[in-house]
């Protein structure tokens, strides 16, 4: 069952956010068309290291399951008018261009509510399209650093350091998704459209939660903390095993008594520096010592027979063991889909399930694939000349 289906979207996305946030609703079953320029399309299409044949690469392909692609000039009149044909068919228009860029082309709802009132356009941005920085271009790693998200990530006195992937895109393409599919609810409630907006910037900054509550009431500045630590919660961190590390998060009394309990050190109940949530708060690194003795008496595995089903507790792997994870398989968040260069391309599968089942969908079609399906002759052969 696909929720989605009978929706039709059109993308003029490339690289991340974009992409990402409509790859979801493709594999719910929505029609997502992505409008590309016919001199190259998305550039990450060529990004490496793996490619498959001309113009496509699995980076593509991670961020675009399921979509299919037309190549149109949208300045052009042939282009043009093969866009405005397709919005009139279309229930949204999504974007992730440089702010400054939806007005200019006509792509809000401002230029096409004329063709379809009930049409909604999703813009996602750099920093958004009503400030002194709408013209500016800006990708992850940019927010990441301005936000003050790698000011409190990574291990003190480090450098600053970044979420190692494009969280950033990840966060504001679902967040985007939401707008986009709350403002179709309305759209098709009362067939009146609207522009939505969200932008990388945005995004990152609300992703500092609670340490930004901290210091815009208190003045409390949160810095980074060792071996991954919770910043107000003791003991939630890495802690080494004979072999490796393993992850603990005693993020409730339960849990704190429940860790005791299994090192067989209920004495720490009654050690008033570990008495209560704030005192081993407070008296972390002292924690952390006693505890990092009990847990190298013991390898990672071991640890989790022991631990797992009982409180929170995970084994710290690298990118091989996260991937070939036994439970991995077992849910089924790795599936195995056909692309003409590599007929068992295995891809990360859908996050979501509905009644009980992965969302699935072909790879993106290649390059301009669906200019015969979905335009006439004049617009994408205006293109390509």
């Known amino acids: 069952m696909r929720p989605l289906e009978g929706l039709r979207i059109l993308a003029i996305e490339q690289f991340g956010a974009g992409p990402y946030g409509t790859t979801f609703l493709s594999e ?50 042939e282009g043009r008018e093969a866009f405005e044909a397709l919005v009139v068919e279309s229930e949204a228009v999504v974007n992730n261009l440089r702010g400054d860029l939806p007005e200019k082309l006509a792509i809000d709802y401002a230029s096409l509510k004329r063709l379809n009132p009930a049409i909604v356009c999703l813009h996602i941005s750099a920093y958004g399209r009503d400030n002194e920085r709408k013209a500016w271009p800006g990708y992850d790693y940019l927010m990441q650093a301005e936000a003050g ?47 939505v907006d969200t932008c990388l910037f945005d995004v990152a900054l609300h992703q500092l939660g609670y340490t930004a509550t901290w210091f815009l009431n208190h003045g409390d500045v949160t810095e980074r903390m060792p071996r991954s630590s919770h910043f107000s919660v003791a003991p939630v961190q890495t802690f080494p095993t004979a072999d490796g590390w393993v992850f603990v998060m005693c993020m409730t009394e339960k849990f704190w008594t429940g860790l005791t309990s299994a090192l067989n050190r209920n004495d720490l109940l009654q050690d008033p520096r570990f008495a209560s949530p704030e005192a081993r708060r407070i008296n972390r690194e002292a924690l952390s010592t006693v505890l990092d003795e009990e847990f190298r ?89």
């Open 28 to 77: 719910l079953g929505a029609d997502v068309i992505k409008i590309e320029n016919a001199n190259g399309g998305d550039p990450a299409r060529y990004t490496g290291p793996r490619l498959l044949g001309a113009a496509d690469s699995e980076y593509f392909q991670s961020w675009n399951a399921g979509k299919r692609s037309i190549t149109l000039d949208l300045k052009s009149p």
């Open 149 to 195: 998200l790698m000011s409190i990530t990574g291990e003190p006195n480090s450098p600053p350091s970044r979420f190692g992937p494009s969280i950033v895109d990840y966060m504001t393409g679902v967040v985007g998704m939401l707008g986009l599919l709350s403002c179709l609810m309305q759209a098709r409630r009362t067939g009146k459209g609207c522009d």
């Open 297 to 385: 008496k013991a390898t990672t595995a071991e640890w989790l027979k022991r631990l797992s089903g009982k409180l929170p507790v995970g084994p710290v792997y690298d990118l091989p063991q996260a991937l070939q994870n036994p439970f991995v398989e077992k849910t089924g968040m790795i599936h195995t889909v056909a692309h003409p260069a590599n007929p068992e391309l295995r891809l990360l599968s859908n996050p979501i399930k509905v009644d009980g089942s992965r969302l699935h969908s072909p790879v993106c079609a290649s390059l301009g694939a669906d200019n015969d399906k979905l335009l006439p002759k004049r617009a994408y052969a205006a293109v390509e000349r």
